[in-house]
């Protein structure tokens, strides 16, 4: 499977789609049906996500890992998630787990992480394209909503809660974290753990999207809190998927490493990037 109507329409299918059923309505069936709560309340939920997380966003301390584990602890951000996954279906919102597939489309399917897995959709997604998936996340609320749709779906997929485990190391070929490093307090960390978790060639592809007026659970704004670590965790740039970024795992001697390092920081660092700023425009100012 390739073409990418053929995509959308597996993804719809994971969602829950039939004849008789719209994607729209079948997100809001499966909410209902594991909240226990009628299809309108269900759907208000999903219309209203917005206030709903900013409220539970607001009424605790987020500013340790425990105050924001217990943020994806909540139910409101799984209405919000697919919501965009149904989203996702009509194109109103980046299809990114279609975009994925595409690219990686002309690689033998073999084992991926799919990090910050959420409610797994795109874990599903993946293993209909024949990928051996594990899922993994923090919050309990996300990896039980994600064992009890694979059940459903007699998915194979595996969840971890990487409260309780490491990542295996060397274990997968390719890595996704979808829409989830701008909710990752310890990137340079994360970003290590990832790269051990790659086969030696490995692939990692991941979005930050954290734009100035983005909903709560962001942590910070600009994608350069991220970019400027990957390097200097052991990777080199591939060319972009969409609005993804596409990194393979390499094996840096000190000095690579080390060279790896500098660039970044020159390049990334904010500092730096508006000291530059203030340079060119006083350069602007000196040629008037
Ligand atoms: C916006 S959701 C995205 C879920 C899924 N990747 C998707 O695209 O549908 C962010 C996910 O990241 C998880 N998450 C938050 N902080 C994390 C962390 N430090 N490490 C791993 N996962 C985290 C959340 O629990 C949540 O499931």
Redo the contacts with the bound molecule.
Sequence with gaps: MGDRNELLELWGDVLGASDDTTVDEAVVAELADYFDIDRDEARSRCDDYERHTAEEWADHDRST?DG??DY?NRRS?LFG?LM??AHQYSEEHPA?SVDIAEVLADRTPTTML??????A??SFFFERLGWQVTG????DT?LDFARWRAEKRHSECVFLD?RERELATGAYDVVV????MA????IAA?LTRMRDALTPDGMLVFNVYAPPDGPC?HLFVGNHHVIRHVRSAGFERRPRIGKYYRYQRVEHNRVQHAIAVVKDVLRHNAFVAGGAQLVRGAARRVRR
């Design positions: 890992p924001l584990i994806w951000p998630i965009s996954h990114s799919d990090y910050g897995v959420g409610p959709t795109s993994a996340d923090v919050s996300m990487l974290a979808l829409e989830v909710h990752v307090p310890d994360t659970g």
